[in-house]
């Protein structure tokens, strides 16, 4: 089973994307393609080094605060609508970072943004830990959002781009996959450390953790380039002559908002990610009468293992030549197949409901790790990085209203099923208007 190839000849590729002759698979993490001269392919490691910071970056910066502001907001007492909105401005103003982040990987180098992402995260979490009063959250919040925001999705594309072409796929799911064991491990740690420790020593704990191994990793893994090591992308022998795209993409002007590639693409990811963190928020909460707490939360970690499992099987059937669009409209409908089992089960039936949450869970995560592959496809390398990061910031700053906006459906559960799945099939619409 393969996607179906897009052979439209108006589809602009930046790179080549097909595959070296007698190149191997990679499986997993353990088996790393070798160079024709016997020297190990270090792009590999890089994938391994992704995997932990998303680990690391998901788990504090994307997954932690809901489980913040229920910590907060039982021992403080403090009200819930003002600790959304802390957190609403931490993804918007990570948003605003995420948008500059080519431009500081020019200026600074990857290795400084990375290092300082880690460390603005540690103090950023040490903010929300140490807050008395409901307004110091409004100081700690720009530190975490530019900490989240240098690593996180886009910066992880940054650092894995330049050592995969034709790869890429598999390469991005495999780290992206650290995003998906953040949420499925360090969410219940948080509860298991904050119960144990308290909120300031977890959070100085994992801060330090976090900050100390994404300091040394970018020294070890993300400053050495392909060419510093003699080695070519995907792991080809220096001799290989690389496949030249069959057509080449245009540059993307100042204003890219004017291109339909780019608004394609941005409009459909950002809608698809709204639909899916506003169901996300609430999916919990919806379980509990209808599972019970503890099986809510087995339901919900098994729709995490589910996202895993989604982005593997994309990564390896995600064929060169394969339509990147028509992979994602593929996602976003099987999404919208997930929210309508869950429609039916919320009438009663456990069954539908669980089907549901599974067959929801296997697009999560492709959902971010599928826009910077279109990009490379529609996009010239040297204007790759500026793409993925507005598209990445569009969306971010759009998600960040899902919750609130989903929150206003609770008076009906069915219609919040009902929007999410509609929502998958327009994004997945708008991402097929350029194939």
């Not at 245009?250 to 941005?266: D, H, I, M, S």
Request: include cysteine; glycine fraction near 12%; hydrophobic fraction near 55%.
């Amino acid at each position: 089973m393969t996607f179906a190839s897009n052979s439209a000849p108006s589809v602009a590729r930046a790179e080549p994307d097909s595959t070296t002759p007698g190149q191997t698979a990679a499986p997993g993490f353990a088996m790393l393609p070798a160079m024709q001269t016997g020297q190990k392919f270090f792009g590999w490691k890089v994938v391994r080094a992704g995997f932990v910071t998303a680990f690391f970056a998901w788990g504090i910066g994307f997954y932690g605060p809901p489980i913040f502001l229920q910590t907060l907001a039982e021992r403080q007492g403090w009200p819930v609508g003002l600790l959304s909105a802390a957190i609403t401005t931490q993804f918007l103003l990570g948003a605003l970072v995420v948008a500059q982040l080519a431009g500081l990987h020019r200026r600074f180098g990857q290795v400084a943004v990375l290092r300082a992402g880690g460390l603005l995260t540690a103090v950023g979490l040490l903010g929300w830990a140490l807050a008395r009063e409901p307004w110091q959250l409004f100081l700690a919040a720009p530190l975490s959002a530019a900490g989240w925001a240098v690593t996180s999705s886009a910066a992880l594309n940054a650092a894995i781009a330049p050592w995969f072409v034709h790869r890429r796929p598999m390469a991005l799911g495999m780290a992206f996959n650290g995003a998906s064991f953040g949420g499925l491990i360090l969410s219940p740690l948080w509860v298991a450390l904050i119960g144990g420790l308290g909120f300031p020593a977890a959070a100085t704990l994992v801060g330090l953790i976090f900050a100390g191994l994404l300091w040394w990793m970018a020294g070890r893994f993300f400053a050495p380039t392909p060419a510093m090591l003699g080695q070519q992308p995907d792991g080809e022998a220096l001799s290989a002559t690389p496949a030249k795209p069959p057509v080449e993409a245009a540059p993307l002007g100042q204003n890219p908002w004017t291109e339909k590639r780019f608004l394609t693409l941005t409009a459909g990811a950002s809608l698809a990610l709204f639909a899916q963190i506003g169901l996300v928020a609430h999916l919990f909460s919806i379980l509990v009468p209808l599972l019970g707490a503890g099986a809510a939360g087995l339901a919900m970690g098994g729709a995490t293992g589910c996202a895993i499992l989604g982005r593997m099987v994309v990564g390896r059937l995600l064929r060169p030549g394969a339509s990147r669009r028509q992979a994602a409209a593929l996602n976003g409908a099987v999404q919208a197949a997930g929210s309508a089992l869950m429609l039916a089960g919320s009438f009663g039936s456990v069954p539908l409901m669980l089907a549901g949450c599974a067959l929801f869970g296997l697009g999560i995560g492709n959902a971010t790790s599928l826009p910077p592959l279109i990009a490379q496809r529609d996009f010239r390398a040297e204007d790759l990085p500026r793409a993925v990061a507005l598209v990445t910031a569009t969306g971010q700053a759009a998600y960040a209203f899902a919750p609130a906006a989903f929150g206003l459906l609770r008076f009906e559960t069915p219609y919040l099923f009902l929007t999410a799945g509609l929502l998958q099939l327009i994004a997945g619409a708008l991402i097929l208007a350029r194939r």
